[in-house]
């Protein structure tokens, strides 16, 4: 079965460089959402395995996403996603049950070594990514 | 197919050109209200953005700038520094260096040296004072009248959507086409399926004319900057106020008015409203109000300039109508205030006793005219002296359909967009009269001159038209009341056929010379029909008049 990712990002470019870059990795992307607020609504409704997630949303912060995700779906790995400057929240999101994390501006072979592993950590060895 | 990388650019363009409309507008906003923290978190959000995207893109310099902006908002947000004093000229130069080094990038082209400015931030995020190489007020003159800009990706490109809608409207032809055939042939099965087939088409057109919407407040939301710069250079106190963003209208009917738009926000703002002394003087508030006002009225969109300024004084107006040999100073004398501020939209009309940098270059309110009608649409202004000014734009919500009046002169089929039609009337010949030669109907208290379309297409090259002869008109006459620039005219007909939503399609060469046919159509029955173009003909009827 292919792992099911939802991707959390204000930014249309990087939704789609992202989703090009699980896409053609073999994910199934289930979902983009632009803002918190449809970040939960979708994590809920599609039930990902993964989701990478901004740190900085326009209605609220990847911090405030990530504690309500982690409320309703304690087992889904989180990917934040960042740019230089923001080790300050990464860090509190780390601490507050992130999986992982990428840095802006990031390299397809990062992103999909990262999304890898946090999966390989879910269930060790039943992914084919 | 279109390579990834070019998708990647197009995506990279379109959202970063969205972000730096964002960016002007609420920087602007800021500078009114520094304690604004939405307009600084959404600042800082879109700094953060435009700086990973375009590290992505690998447009380096661009993301350094965005960058150090970004610290500089993050610093402000923090409260360890506050958007005053100097820093405020810098941060909007660098949202303005942004937006040239986007379009730079847009164009292919170099993106210009960004170095005093990237020094001025890194001086500012360590707490030093800012050099400025020039006058910061010299360049704020020259944003005050630069150009903007639509972006012109929806996500998907504008011409394609374009191309769908001309393949539509051949196929809404055809279709009624289709459905003529079938009741003539009256094949049940046949007709049915043309029945089916003019829902889904209907279905299709009206889908593809959504597609094509966006919200005016795409270039509403350009005007806080515009305003706040040409106010700026012209020193006046201006509020703005901005309704009806949401109210949706074809993009490129909002391209087409983007020019206009912003000449009767700087006329608004240069001749319409007074110094902060002169109102005050006048009894009104210190600081002006101009509105952009957006709202839907029937089937079109309403678009309204408003301005609580001096107003338009109509006897200065009348005055130079007849010093610029617009029209006899006797005929001036009875015309009504409404046709004397037509005058306005005349051809190198201009009223402003001073060139100003702001509104004296470039268009007139003859161009403001010249692109409402190329849309069909009407532009009107009302006026009270000492009060204010209002413009305004109906346009057609879409380009593609347009309704349409159908009526007959010498059996041929002919029509009419109802945008211009006021109304429809049948008189008897004793309710008109002769006056000067010109035919005259008393239509709601109005005088109205009536001529015979008929003599008016076939009146020859140069002549006059004749003398109007009540004589020559038996029974009751069908008369369509046009109305253009706040002139009216009645044009009699041979008969009315009906109302009809028309595809109009442009007149090929060397027809497209005529501008008295704005197009044609294709009826149902097969037969074409010639779109009267309603400014022209009045147009050749004042020239032609008796």
């Known amino acids: 079965m292919k792992n099911r990712i939802l991707i959390v990002d204000d930014s249309f470019y990087m939704r789609t460089m992202l989703k090009n870059m699980l896409?053609?990795?073999?994910?199934?992307?289930?979902?983009?959402?632009?803002?918190?607020?449809?970040?939960?609504?979708?994590?809920?409704?599609?039930?990902?395995?993964l989701i990478t997630l901004d740190v900085i949303l326009p209605d609220n912060t990847g911090l405030d996403v990530l504690k309500g995700i982690r409320q309703e779906q304690p087992d889904v790995k989180v990917v934040m996603c960042s740019a230089v400057g923001q080790e300050v929240i990464v860090n509190e999101a780390l601490e507050s049950g992130a999986t992982a994390?990428?840095?802006?501006?990031?390299?397809?072979?990062?992103?999909?070594?990262?999304?890898?592993?946090?999966?390989?950590?879910?269930?060790?060895g039943s992914t084919e990514a | 197919m279109k390579s990834r990388e070019q998708e990647y650019r197009e995506i990279f363009m379109a959202e970063a050109l969205e972000?730096?409309?964002?960016m002007s507008r609420h920087i602007s906003e800021l500078e009114k209200d520094p304690a604004d923290e939405k307009a600084l978190n959404e600042l800082f959000r879109l700094m953060h953005n435009l700086k990973a995207n375009a590290r992505a893109m690998g447009h380096s310099d661009i993301g350094e700038v965005a960058h150090r902006m970004e610290t500089i908002f993050g610093l402000i947000r923090s409260k360890e520094r506050a958007f005053e004093g100097s820093l405020v000229p810098v941060l909007f130069t660098g949202v303005d260096t942004l937006g040239s080094m986007i379009r730079a990038v847009g164009e292919g082209e170099k993106t210009a040296?960004?170095?005093?400015?990237?020094?001025?931030?890194?001086?500012?995020?360590?707490?030093?004072?800012?050099?400025?190489?020039?006058?910061?007020?010299?360049?704020?003159?020259?944003?005050?009248?630069?150009?903007?800009?639509?972006?012109?990706?929806?996500?998907?490109?504008?011409?394609?959507?374009?191309?769908?809608?001309?393949?539509?409207?051949?196929?809404?032809?055809?279709?009624?086409?289709?459905?003529?055939?079938?009741?003539?042939?009256?094949?049940?099965?046949?007709?049915?399926?043309?029945?089916?087939?003019?829902?889904i088409a209907d279905d299709l057109q009206y889908s593809v004319m959504d597609a094509r919407l966006v919200n005016?407040?795409?270039?509403?939301?350009?005007?806080?900057?515009?305003?706040r710069d040409v106010a700026t250079a012209e020193q006046?106190?201006?509020?703005?106020?901005?309704?009806?963003?949401?109210?949706?209208?074809?993009?490129?009917?909002?391209?087409?008015?983007?020019?206009?738009?912003?000449?009767?926000?700087?006329?608004?703002?240069?001749?319409?409203?007074?110094?902060?002394?002169?109102?005050?003087?006048?009894?009104?508030?210190?600081?002006?109000?101009?509105?952009?006002?957006?709202?839907?009225?029937?089937?079109?969109?309403?678009?309204?300039?408003?301005?609580?300024?001096?107003?338009?004084?109509?006897?200065?107006?009348?005055?130079?109508?007849?010093?610029?040999?617009?029209?006899?100073?006797?005929?001036?004398?009875?015309?009504?205030?409404?046709?004397?501020?037509?005058?306005?939209?005349?051809?190198?009309?201009?009223?402003?006793?001073?060139?100003?940098?702001?509104?004296?270059?470039?268009?007139?309110?003859?161009?403001?005219?010249?692109?409402?009608?190329?849309?069909?649409?009407?532009?009107?202004?009302?006026?009270?002296?000492?009060?204010?000014?209002?413009?305004?734009?109906?346009?057609?919500?879409?380009i593609a359909v347009k309704g349409a009046l159908l009526f007959e002169i010498a059996d041929r089929s002919y029509a009419i967009p109802l945008m211009h039609t006021d109304s429809v009337v049948s008189l008897w010949p004793d309710e008109m009269h002769v006056i000067g030669g010109v035919l005259l109907a008393r239509v709601l208290h109005e005088n109205i001159p009536v001529v015979n379309l008929h003599d008016l297409l076939n009146s020859s090259e140069d002549g006059v038209?004749?003398?109007?002869?009540?004589?020559?008109?038996?029974?009751?006459?069908?008369?369509?009341?046009?109305?253009?620039?706040?002139?009216?005219?009645?044009?009699?007909?041979?008969?009315?056929?009906?109302?009809?939503?028309?595809?109009?399609?442009?007149?090929?060469?060397?027809?497209?010379?005529?501008?008295l046919f704005g197009g044609v159509t294709l009826l149902g029955s097969g037969q074409v029909c010639l779109v009267l173009d309603v400014p022209a003909l009045t147009r050749l009827f004042l020239a032609k008049r008796p």
Request: proline share 4%; glycine share 8%; no cysteine.
């Open chain 2, 19 to 22: 972000y730096y409309d964002a």
């Open chain 2, 236 to 398: 006046k106190d201006v509020e703005l106020a901005i309704l009806g963003q949401d109210i949706q209208i074809d993009r490129n009917i909002l391209q087409i008015i983007t020019d206009a738009l912003l000449h009767l926000v700087r006329n608004a703002i240069g001749h319409g409203l007074e110094t902060p002394e002169v109102r005050v003087k006048a009894g009104k508030t210190a600081e002006g109000h101009l509105t952009l006002s957006a709202q839907t009225e029937r089937d079109d969109v309403l678009i309204q300039v408003i301005d609580d300024g001096r107003g338009i004084d109509v006897e200065s107006v009348r005055k130079k109508a007849v010093e610029r040999g617009l029209t006899t100073a006797e005929a001036a004398r009875n015309l009504d205030a409404d046709a004397v501020r037509a005058f306005l939209f005349e051809p190198g009309f201009s009223m402003a006793k001073e060139v100003t940098d702001i509104s004296g270059r470039g268009v007139g309110l003859d161009v403001v005219k010249l692109a409402i009608d190329s849309l069909g649409g009407q532009l009107r202004v009302d006026s009270v002296l000492g009060q204010g000014t209002t413009f305004s734009l109906v346009l057609p919500t879409s």
């Open chain 1, 23 to 49: 896409t053609d990795a073999g994910y199934e992307v289930v979902g983009e959402a632009a803002n918190g607020q449809q970040a939960l609504e979708m994590a809920s409704a599609t039930k990902p395995d």
């Open chain 1, 101 to 124: 994390y990428i840095v802006k501006p990031f390299s397809e072979e990062k992103v999909l070594e990262i999304v890898g592993s946090a999966l390989q950590n879910a269930d060790s």
């Open chain 2, 113 to 199: 040296n960004a170095d005093p400015l990237l020094a001025n931030l890194e001086r500012l995020v360590n707490g030093e004072e800012p050099v400025f190489e020039e006058d910061p007020d010299l360049a704020s003159d020259e944003d005050a009248t630069r150009k903007l800009e639509l972006s012109d990706l929806v996500y998907i490109q504008i011409k394609k959507l374009d191309h769908l809608l001309n393949l539509v409207g051949e196929l809404i032809i055809d279709r009624d086409r289709i459905l003529t055939l079938s009741q003539e042939i009256g094949n049940p099965a046949l007709q049915s399926t043309a029945a089916h087939l003019f829902r």
């Open chain 2, 216 to 227: 005016v407040g795409s270039l509403f939301n350009k005007f806080p900057r515009v305003v």
């Open chain 2, 465 to 515: 038209l004749p003398t109007a002869n009540k004589g020559s008109l038996v029974g009751r006459q069908d008369i369509i009341i046009v109305n253009y620039n706040n002139r009216k005219l009645g044009l009699i007909v041979d008969r009315f056929l009906r109302q009809q939503d028309i595809v109009i399609k442009p007149m090929s060469k060397p027809l497209d010379m005529i501008d």
